[in-house]
Nanobody, 124 residues
Framework: VELVQSGGGLVQAGGSLRLSCTIS????????MAWFRQVPGKEREFVAR????????YYADSVKGRFTISRDNANNTVYLQMNGLKPEDTAVYYC??????????????????WGQGTQVTVSS
């Protein structure tokens, strides 16, 4: 199973970015998908999670109301729309996948597969 990310980059505070993550080598509809982020010296931090059908989502308090996770099972892709970006959102963002029907996982160690990571930098 391979996860390939795209998107990210440099944006001013208040701006928007969209990250994408496409899975191959597995049945995407069987994977709980999530986004995490990491800054140097810190653990990978949960950002958002989406269930198999895309109807139930869960967000970290720090991004709630600004970020939206979604998925397109027909195209094996999960998205993270990030609006109202703040400098503290600066991090490397990773998509994670876990082969499961239970949308309950928020720890990085609970995810089996990872994208390559993409840098998001928000300038003030």
């Amino acid at each position: 199973v391979e996860l390939v990310q795209s998107g990210g980059g440099l944006v001013q505070a208040g701006g928007s970015l969209r990250l994408s993550c496409t899975i191959s080598g597995g049945t995407f509809a069987n994977y709980i998908m999530a986004w995490f982020r990491q800054v140097p010296g810190k653990e990978r931090e949960f950002v958002a999670r989406i269930d198999l059908s895309g109807t139930r989502t869960y967000y970290a308090d720090s991004v709630k109301g600004r970020f939206t996770i979604s998925r397109d099972n027909a195209n094996n892709t999960v998205y993270l729309q990030m609006n109202g970006l703040k400098p503290e959102d600066t991090a490397v963002y990773y998509c994670g996948g876990r082969h499961s029907s239970l949308a309950i996982y928020t720890r990085a160690s609970e995810y089996d597969h990872w994208g390559q990571g993409t840098q998001v930098t928000v300038s003030s």
